[in-house]
């Protein structure tokens, strides 16, 4: 029998903003020391008021609009009742049956197929103490309770873990066009659960839902989610039954591992929120936030493969981060029509993503301006130096900051081009190396790619590569008319 | 409406309190009397009237988004039973 996995995913994402959710207290929890960003709200003192940060409402309704939400009129916020010291109220203010963004949607590309993933809701609560676990107690410090976090709610769309994997991925995508949340996993910035379950291919009912936990990184997302779905399938294939559980992804031994039985219904006893009146969100105001949107990266996509006539694959690549999109862009202005945009391109996604990985640092905080990488290309184009050295000016530059220019010049890599110049390197190498000669003489026409590339060696890389080809011509003929 | 000895249970595992036998059975009686008064509200049709959020005739208090004083470590910590330099401690947790 075939069997097919749901999946739904619940993503937390911290909403950049400079104060937290209901008080004044910065929400720049990462460097503070223990307990150093907390007053009488934060701390759930007797008698305090929570009042709403306004942008934190902006930051969730534009990420609503983003996804394609509806934003209901009237919301308002609610207790979530739980006794777990993380929080020292005793409740989480959250959202339950009115959320800021509800019915939405995002689009994942599966090779080329396009799937909508629905979006059930985003809602806005708070975010929670850390708790350090000793022996003899736990400690806990309160510098994040309170930062604004956002809940964003999957339907239940997701078939295989590599659609969860691409969801994550564009959502995370999106929350950084917007600016609203850094999206680091790693960071803990951005959380995320996964709901699986399994059911015979056809079947209209649903398998028993786990709750997959500890996903720390897009990659445990994805691995965690796949051994889940072969545990379930494996389980009823055997004719066995899977139990409402919640399993945590184990990193090391990579298998998800028990966490807790979910028989005892969680009892949180929702009510609303006493404190804090509802918000009416009129048109107007829902109106001049979507103003706001920025270009998202699909339409940026599709633009820059109309507009700059580039592959669909560079292009999404180029979209992922709205900062490489714009890098790209100030690029092709630079080059003022002397470069085509998928010369730049090809040189973006390999050679500056290359530096990138290769110091795991960011485009946003690299040297090389996308004026100086155009100054490099037209080095290049125009015969100044090769493609090969280019690559290697290309790394000088992102190393130091320096032009192009200036290191072309300082290094002396300028690309010979002279006949006369070359000729002698061509000679030496057809004299060095009879037996190839034999070969190409003999009809092996192939043996010219490794005189080429003997010339290039001599002449460390700066020959001209198409000189050095005509020229190789003319000596090979010499030696036929010889014969 | 009578509520259940189990319930009660369910109840004060839900505030976390430890209830003797004579206070399962006095809360019992106590909160099922409770229980019975808000019954009376029950008898009212309130099928056609939405649900009431706030009693408060206030909408849309929010705050800008601008960083303020925080408390001290020391004032902060100042009621806390139990601390560890400057880290609130609380009884073991069991993950």
């Known amino acids: 029998m075939k069997y097919e996995a749901i999946i739904g995913m619940e993503v937390h994402a911290q909403i950049l903003t400079a104060s937290k959710m209901f008080c004044g207290c910065s929400a720049d929890y990462a460097s503070a020391p223990p307990n150093t960003h907390v007053c009488p709200v934060c701390l759930g003192m007797p008698g305090v008021l929570p009042v709403i940060n306004q942008a934190a409402v902006e930051a969730t309704i534009l990420t609503g609009l983003a996804l394609n939400c509806t934003i209901p009129e009237f919301s308002k916020f609610d207790r979530k009742n739980y006794p777990y010291p993380d929080l020292p109220k005793g409740y989480q203010i959250s959202q339950y049956d009115l959320p800021l963004c509800i019915n939405g949607w995002l689009e994942i590309d599966l090779g080329g197929t396009k799937k909508r993933i629905g979006i059930r809701r985003v809602h806005l609560e708070e975010d929670t103490g850390k708790l350090i676990h000793e022996e003899d107690g736990s400690l806990i410090d309160f510098n994040r309770a309170g930062v604004p976090l956002m809940e964003i709610v999957s339907e239940a769309d997701m078939r295989s873990a590599e659609e969860a994997w691409l969801y994550l991925t564009k959502l995370r995508t999106i929350l950084r066009y917007l600016g609203v949340s850094t999206g680091n996993m790693e960071e803990g910035a951005m959380r995320c659960e996964a709901n699986v379950s399994v059911r015979p291919l056809g079947s209209k009912e649903f398998g028993t839902k786990v709750e997959v936990k500890n996903l720390n990184s897009f990659r445990a997302v994805r691995q965690a989610i796949a ?238 590569v198409h000189v050095v080809r005509k020229l190789l011509q003319e000596e090979l003929d010499k030696y036929k008319n010889k014969e | 409406m009578k509520l259940s000895r189990d319930q009660v249970l369910h109840i004060a595992e839900l505030a976390k309190l430890a209830l003797s036998e004579e206070e399962i059975e006095l809360f019992t009686e106590q909160l099922s009397e409770i229980l019975a008064y808000f019954e009376k509200l029950n008898r009212l049709d309130t099928s056609a009237i939405p649900p009431t959020a706030q009693v408060i005739d206030m909408r849309n208090v929010t705050r800008p988004d601008e960083v303020r004083p925080s408390l001290s470590p020391e004032e902060a910590l100042a009621n806390a039973p139990q601390r560890k330099g400057n880290f609130f401690k609380v009884k073991p947790i069991l993950e």
């Open chain 1, 227 to 464: 051994y889940e779905i072969e545990r379930q399938t494996k389980l009823l294939q055997e004719g066995k039954r899977v139990h409402q559980v919640t399993m945590g992804w184990d990193e090391h031994r990579h298998r998800t591992v028990f966490q807790r039985s979910k028989e005892f219904a969680e009892d949180y006893r929702y009510f609303p929120e006493p404190d804090l009146p509802p918000l009416e969100l009129s048109r107007e105001f829902v109106q001049e936030i979507r103003s706001r949107l920025p270009e998202l990266p699909d339409a940026k996509r599709e633009r820059f493969i109309a507009q700059y006539g580039i592959k669909g694959d560079d292009a999404a690549l180029l979209v992922e981060e709205r900062a490489t999109a714009d890098y790209f862009e100030r690029a092709v202005a630079a080059a003022q029509k002397q470069i085509t945009p998928q010369t730049i391109a090809n040189w973006i996604v390999g050679e500056i993503f290359r530096l990138l990985r290769e110091n795991t640092t960011e485009i946003s905080s690299i040297k090389v301006s996308p004026e100086q990488l155009i100054e490099l290309l037209k080095l290049i184009q125009e015969g100044t130096i090769n493609a090969t050295v280019g690559k290697e000016v290309l790394d000088e530059m992102f190393a130091t900051g320096k032009s192009a220019q200036a290191i072309v010049k300082e290094k002396g890599l300028t690309q010979i081009s002279d006949e006369e110049q070359l000729r002698q390197f061509v000679q030496e190498a057809l004299a060095k190396n009879p037996k190839p000669l034999q070969q190409y003489l003999a009809g092996k026409e192939a043996v010219l790619g490794f005189f080429i590339g003997q010339v290039m060696r001599a002449t460390r890389g700066q020959a001209n």
